[in-house]
């Protein structure tokens, strides 16, 4: 008789291990679906085969040129993000400056080609695309304008290359890597008034984040093998980035709507490898390049982030915008523009 109570209690089990397995690998390994509406192709968008294997969708803005035109070269988000119409729209706003601007989406995002091999995504891979681009458009000289991790990149390829930056413009720049908790820590002047947004990057990874994305993360950084194909992981970057743009304003009447052109892969992989990046903060110091650092009210980085670009960088100007937050022309275009014009008038 004990020996039946034990055979049905260990049947019993066995079925709960079984459907227990038989969950886990639903929810691992079965391909999800997003709702996503899709983003139609930017009007205009062309294409670079750069000598580096990348194919980079651009948008040109050609604007009226003077003997002194410095091309502009406009660096998203991310890594990941994408070029919106909406940046592109209030760019609009130096129709009269004299400078051509470039707007791409950066190798494994956006309209721009993913790459096979997701450990191809590093740091040295998208300052590599950068370089081939100024060449592409021959360039001598170009101006960065770096948002976010945008800047991070900027910065960087300033080290290696200083002698092909006329000036470098970095809005919300993200933290210079490795980054120095103590740095970042540091409290703002109370005169600025800092207000965190209503929501947080936390809250948006919280909301969105599943067991099948938490192996595809992990699968990605430590054995670089990707659980999903780039449709459904940008599928899911979209979702994701649509609820961590809750926290990047002061107005969360103003959140940007979801769009459908994020990388995933060039994600997680690019950030992976940033952490290893070397420190680069001794070149940046030695940097002579005129420098314009901004930041909004409700920037979700730390002021320690921002407020070690001013201490390293030794030729720079900085502007507060109130009333905007990580994307500062999100709410303050106008000011966001004319800050970024007045800054490229001086000499």
């Known amino acids: ?23 886990l690998f639903y929810y691992v390994f079965v391909p999800k679906k997003y709702s996503i509406s899709e983003t139609p192709k930017r009007l205009g968008t062309k294409y670079w085969q750069l000598p580096t294997g990348s194919r980079i969708a651009y948008t040109y803005l050609a604007l009226k040129k003077t003997d002194k035109n410095i091309p502009i070269i406009y660096l998203h988000g991310g890594p990941g993000g994408h070029i919106s119409d909406r940046i592109i729209k209030v760019f609009k706003g130096l129709q009269n400056e004299g400078h051509d601007v470039y707007f791409y989406d950066q190798i494994g995002s956006g309209l721009s080609g993913r790459l096979e091999q997701i450990e191809d995504y590093t740091v040295r891979r998208h300052i590599n695309d950068l370089s081939s681009i100024i060449q592409m458009i021959g360039a001598k000289k170009v101006i960065l304008i770096g948002q976010s991790w945008g800047a991070v990149l900027a910065t960087n390829f300033a080290t290696l290359y200083p002698d092909k930056i006329a000036k470098l413009i970095l809005t919300s720049p993200g933290p210079i890597f490795p980054i120095n908790s103590t740095v970042i820590n540091k409290k703002a002047p109370d005169s600025l008034q800092l207000r965190p947004p209503f929501y947080s990057n936390k809250e948006g990874n919280d909301k969105v984040a599943n067991l099948r994305t938490t192996f595809m993360g992990y699968l990605a950084r430590n054995f670089h093998l990707k659980l999903s194909d780039d449709k459904e992981a940008d599928d899911f970057a979209d979702v994701l980035n649509a609820a961590l743009n809750r926290s990047t304003v002061c107005d969360t009447a103003k959140i940007v709507q979801q769009a459908s052109r994020n990388g995933y892969y060039a994600s997680v992989m690019t950030f992976e490898d940033l952490l290893t990046y070397p420190d680069q903060r001794k070149k940046i110091k030695d940097l002579t390049i005129p420098v314009l650092i901004m930041k909004g009210q409700c920037d979700n980085q730390p002021w320690g982030i921002t407020n070690e670009y001013l201490e390293l960088f030794q030729n720079h100007q900085f502007v507060f915008i109130n009333g905007a937050g990580h994307f500062i022309e999100i709410e303050q275009p106008v000011l966001y523009i004319n800050a970024i014009r007045d800054f490229l008038q001086t000499e």
């Open 1 to 23: 008789m004990l020996r039946l109570v034990k055979r049905h209690i260990y049947a019993f089990f066995s079925c709960i291990t079984m459907l227990l397995l038989i969950i």
